[in-house]
């Protein structure tokens, strides 16, 4: 009986095109056409596309995605071509590739696999694409086609940077990219100052005496690419504040500064909404109802500034007798 089975389809989560169909994961993507040929017969499709849909996405209509199929011919003549046609939500092809069918065993075998630019009809993450994959034959005309609906959300993939902030100058550090979300394996991509300077899960270096910029890339399988930034200042130092973030009018409450990195010992400046109020490493005292940034700058014997701020909200106190305020 003649057929384009359109029902089998399922494919590979981890790596693309490398899972048996009966190892892999079922796909969601649905099947929204088929146009069987009165020509041709037994041609077999599998959708092979890096995750069941809705697809991870974390920058519409701007991130790479793959569309795929695996198909087989197992008369091995009827068809010698295979494409696939991704169009966006507007109608507007945004990809196509073809490729030859391979015969050998009385069948034919091939994987039509178009790269393309997710979403770039409405440019959300309620978009949607289609992918149509055809089998056909120059020379008699016959074909066949299906056509599913690649459908995307929001990708859980994130990632930071953790390691040394303040190095001090001609000394070497590591830095990580710990991943959450998403589907493994990742593919790292380490930039320093906006070079490419490493390829793994971390990245280490002897440090000069000039600030830079680190920045990673994580890509996971299903092409969804996530970055995190960190400013290093070499020689700098870093200042922390330790202390309430909420109080009532007429508190008196304590804030205390750290600091590390930079050279020798250090000196603590308070600043309330930008006013210098009060030196040394602890800030006490009490402020009027309101919102207000304090701020606390911690210099180093080379002179050397690491700045913290915090956001302290202060609630008006009840009067006297009040049932509630």
């Not at 959708?47 to 695996?70: D, H, M, Q, Y």
């Not at 000069?208 to 680190?214: A, E, K, R, S, V």
Request: aromatic share 10%.
């Amino acid at each position: 009986m003649r057929r384009f089975l359109l029902e089998a389809a399922c494919g590979a989560i981890t790596v693309w095109g490398l899972a048996a169909c009966g190892q892999s994961y079922v796909k969601n993507c649905p099947i929204i056409g088929a146009s069987p040929s009165s020509n041709m017969y037994n041609l077999d499709y599998e959708l092979v596309i890096p995750a069941e849909c809705p697809i991870p996405l974390a920058s519409p209509g701007t991130e790479t995605k793959f569309a795929a199929a695996r198909i087989w011919d197992f008369n091995g003549s009827d068809v010698n071509v295979a494409r696939v046609v991704v169009k966006n939500s507007a109608g507007k092809k945004v990809s196509e590739e073809s490729v030859p069918f391979l015969i050998g065993a009385g069948a034919g075998f091939a994987e039509p696999r178009a790269e393309y630019t997710a979403a770039t009809g409405k440019r959300t993450f309620a978009d949607h694409d289609t992918a149509t994959f055809e089998a056909f034959n120059i020379s008699t005309g016959a074909r066949a086609n299906g056509k599913t609906k690649l459908t995307y959300q929001q990708t859980n993939l994130s990632t930071r940077l953790v390691g040394e902030i303040v190095p001090l100058s001609g000394t070497t550090h590591t830095w990580t990219a710990p991943v959450s979300g998403g589907y493994p394996a990742f593919a790292y991509t380490w930039y320093r100052d906006g070079t490419h300077v490493g390829s793994g899960s971390s990245y280490s270096a002897t440090v000069g005496t000039q600030d830079f910029d680190l920045r990673v890339e994580v890509t996971d399988q299903t092409w969804s690419t996530v970055a995190a930034v960190l400013a290093v200042n070499v020689g700098g130092v870093q200042a922390s504040i330790t202390g309430p973030s909420t109080m009532y009018e007429g508190d008196v409450v304590k804030w205390t500064a750290g600091a590390r990195g930079g050279t020798g010992t250090y000196t603590y400046n308070w600043y309330v909404d930008d006013y210098l109020i009060q030196s040394g490493p602890v800030f006490d005292g009490y402020l009027d109802a309101g919102s207000y940034v304090l701020r606390v700058n911690a210099q180093d014997t080379n002179g050397e500034v690491g700045t913290m701020t915090k956001t302290v909200r202060v609630q008006a106190t009840c009067p006297s007798g009040a049932i509630a305020c």
